[in-house]
């Protein structure tokens, strides 16, 4: 069943993605290039191709500058007990870094993936045995803060 959500999902990506394709050709045919023919009219053409190089290098700088902040706070993952941690001690599955949950009620060990639907035992290294949530909260938060 999981398959099928998926190609669902893949399907309706294509579809929109094809929808504001032809959206945006649409614009650029019926109402950039009336546009773009007044303003070669009204200006000249060295002041029309300065014009579009400074926009494409602020486009530019732009995505630069989006990527280098999607790198910085992206977050990073320490892998400890069989499962990822980030900085404010959540749990991540292993299989598809997205995050966990857990219930106080339930067994203490472990944690369910709801992408996954799966439950994670969360296990010492060590000795293999199995470790509490907070026992192991308070190992991973010794750790990040000694980095």
């Not at 190609?7 to 504001?20: D, G, K």
């Not at 023919?37 to 579009?52: H, Q």
């Not at 732009?62 to 790198?71: C, E, W």
């Amino acid at each position: 069943m999981p398959l099928l959500k998926q190609y669902q999902s893949r399907i309706l990506e294509n579809a929109l993605m094809t929808t504001v394709g032809f959206f945006l050709l649409y614009v650029g045919k019926n109402l950039l290039l009336p546009v773009l023919k007044m303003v070669e009219k009204e200006v000249s053409p060295s002041t029309l191709m300065t014009t579009i190089i400074l926009l494409l290098v602020i486009l530019v700088m732009g995505l630069a500058y989006t990527i280098s902040l999607l790198k910085k706070y992206k977050t990073k993952l320490l892998y400890l007990f069989g499962v990822y941690w980030n900085n404010k001690l959540q749990i991540y599955c292993p299989v598809c870094k997205n995050p966990t949950m857990y219930e106080k009620s339930s067994k203490d060990c472990d944690v369910y993936c709801v992408k996954c639907q799966k439950e994670i035992r969360l296990r010492n290294e060590e000795n293999h045995s199995n470790i509490p949530i907070h026992e192991a909260k308070k190992i991973v938060k010794e750790k990040l803060s000694k980095n």
